[in-house]
């Protein structure tokens, strides 16, 4: 994952010129290399069964508003911050979520990125590590939307906080906070799960 590097953006700034020209296959290569990203932002943000929808939304918005697109080398940047944006304008939309006990929480019925690698997965170390996926996500979902995003950015999509802070428009020294106090909610949260596994 991480940061695409220069070579890149100098790619999405000529594909967001032919774009806002009109050229529609320009269009569909742009969000065909950025729809992966933007879906597991979604997925992480607000869980897998809604991400979908919101991953279409947000790339519809995206087609709508790419004619205010000035720097086509920021567009990394940009549909990020789009997709947290919409991200967080749904969660705060929701209602207030509740998760059976006999259920995974949502997200975790195909653990995407929440396995832990094994070179010999057996029955046990399965259970645990799907065990262990579901408590993650939980306490994920758990977090303030704020904390939850830099949490997604930083540690899932391997983003430095310099480009966090210009995807979510705050200082650098804001991120750097709210990761340190995500970090300290997610081991608070985790805390009772791990002790009893040690």
């Known amino acids: 994952m991480g940061v695409p590097g220069n070579d890149f953006h100098r790619d999405d700034a000529r594909l967001v010129s032919r774009a806002q020209a009109g050229d529609q296959a320009a269009f569909r290569q742009l969000f065909e290399t950025y729809g ?3 879906y597991r932002i979604a997925a992480r943000m607000v869980g897998e069964e809604d991400a979908a929808d919101l991953t279409q939304d947000i790339l519809v918005r995206a087609y709508q508003r790419l004619g205010s ?3 086509g080398q920021a567009f990394h940047a940009w549909i990020s911050r789009l997709a947290m944006n919409m991200a967080h304008d749904s969660l705060r939309r929701r209602k207030p979520q509740t998760f059976s006990l006999d259920a995974p929480p949502p997200g975790t019925e195909e653990g995407i990125d ?3 690698a094994s070179e010999t997965p057996t029955a046990e170390h ?3 590590t799907g065990e262990l996926s579901a408590q993650v996500r939980g306490a994920l979902d758990a977090l303030s939307p704020d904390h939850r995003a830099v949490v997604v950015l930083h540690h899932l999509e391997e983003m ?3 480009r966090i802070a210009e995807i979510l428009d ?3 020294g804001t991120v750097k906070s709210r990761l340190a106090r ?3 909610e997610l081991k608070r949260l985790l805390a009772d799960y791990l002790e009893t596994r040690v």
Do not use: I
């Open 36 to 38: 992966p990203l933007v």
């Open 69 to 71: 697109l000035r720097d």
């Open 114 to 116: 929440w396995q832990l």
């Open 126 to 128: 399965q259970m645990l």
């Open 160 to 162: 430095p906080v310099e």
């Open 170 to 172: 705050v200082p650098v």
């Open 182 to 184: 995500a970090r300290a």
